[in-house]
T-cell receptor
């Protein structure tokens, strides 16, 4: 079966510090991978998606970046965090099973607080 | 760009009462998905609707897709405390299965 991991689970960082969040997927190959951000009490905003190694598409301009160094690894980074970067960061994957819906499977998320 | 609007933002019901959340898109959707996020948790897929006018049921949950494929609703009959959470609708935008999420409806159920 497929599983998705994210770490760390929670993170408190000072403004101006760097960021690296990691997401890995097990039990599937060549998944589409997505990074979302959810502000407190709000909906999900798509930040990046990737259809393959080294292929990253950005949805919104920001000081964040994403990388996919391996098929099942997706990394979200920042060189200098802003207060507005606080939120709940969710990684999701979508596989290519012919018998499935287009649903996305979400990881447990990382709660980031920038102080 | 494509927008998905969801109302109400918040609903508080007594256990046993019904609950409905509505979703409207600015453009015609190829399909619509519904997710549930429990407090402190991550979104979990509930269902996908594809056909115009489609109605699907999951126990006490009834999902509808509008005839014009621009709106959808989720109705819960006789809510229970286990229904607590935020319900999101999401429409697919463009390729690569990019989902555009509504802002969600947070449901509180009081015993």
């Amino acid at each position: 079966s497929q599983t998705i991991h994210q770490w760390p689970a929670t993170l408190v960082q000072p403004v101006g510090s760097p960021l690296s969040l990691e997401c890995t997927v097990e039990g599937t190959s060549n998944p589409n991978l997505y990074w979302y951000r959810q502000a407190a009490g709000r909906g999900l905003q798509l930040l990046f998606y990737s259809v393959g190694i080294g292929q990253i598409s950005s949805e919104v301009p920001q000081n964040l970046s994403a990388s996919r160094p391996q098929d099942r690894q997706f990394i979200l980074s920042s060189k200098k965090l802003l207060l507005s970067d606080s939120g709940f960061y969710l990684c999701a994957w979508r596989g290519w099973r012919a018998d499935s819906y287009n649903e996305q499977f979400f990881g447990p998320g990382t709660r980031l607080t920038v102080l | 760009g494509q927008q998905v609007m969801q109302i109400p933002q918040y609903q508080h019901v007594q256990e046993g009462e019904d609950f409905t959340t509505y979703c409207n898109s600015s453009t015609t959707l190829s399909n619509i998905q519904w997710y549930k996020q429990r407090p402190g948790g991550h979104p979990v897929f509930l269902i996908q609707l594809v056909k115009s006018g489609e109605v699907k049921k999951q126990k006490r949950l009834t999902f509808q897709f509008g005839e014009a494929k621009k709106n959808s609703s989720l109705h819960i009959t006789a809510t229970q405390t286990t229904d607590v959470g935020t319900y999101f609708c999401a429409g697919i935008s463009g390729g690569y299965n990019k989902l555009i999420f509504g802002a969600g409806t947070r449901l509180a159920v009081h015993p």
